[in-house]
């Protein structure tokens, strides 16, 4: 399978009260087109650094990231933004909804940033609510859905602009199990049905197993 993402000798450090903590140790790796890949780890293993690192959210101390052969890092902070709009899906712990706007409206909300036309992305905003289950409830703010609704409203958004890669950093962190588990059997679908690579990681051992890699972080290393 063609190549997707490749991490070329990622290191991290940050500095505290003088003092280099170091969190990730020349991590390289590569990640083909339809792959489902779990990188899994206990919490403070340095799992959403390396997640906003691939995603250009934050940079590497030493190392680089090529997309499609692309190096990222390489790239104007301006060209990293269009990147990430159109290349990439973000899924977080939270689901981070504007609270002004409705369902659809926040699924949308990656067209509006990208200056993208409405058209049959509203179309698409409507097939993914209904995809996600949420259909009737596309026209609630986000203080009218639950834990899990929000979440499902933020993977549909994730997948408004067609990305290329999903990057969901512990999308179930904040949901009981029953809510974790039928998002986790939606992005197992969605890998399927849409052939999306997908990364995401967790400290959970208990969601490993719905992806068809995994990969585990500790000590900076992953392996």
Known sequence: MPNLLEARNIGKSFYMSGKELLVLKNVSFTVNKKEFICIQGASGSGKSTLLHILGSLDKPTHGEVL??????????????????????????????????FTALENVLMPAFIGGKSEGDLEKRAHELLDYVGLSARKNHKPGELSGGESQRV????ALILKPALILADEPTGNLDSENAKKIFELLKDLHHKMETTIIYVTHDADWVSYADKTWHLKNGDLS
């Not at 790239?75 to 159109?86: G, I, W, Y």
């Not at 933020?154 to 958004?157: D, F, G, K, P, V």
């Open 67 to 100: 997309f499609e052969g692309i190096p990222l890092f390489k790239k104007s902070d301006e060209r990293l933004a269009q990147f990430r709009n159109e290349k990439l899906g973000f899924v977080f712990q939270f689901h981070h909804l504007l609270p002004e």
């Open 154 to 157: 933020a993977l549909a958004r």
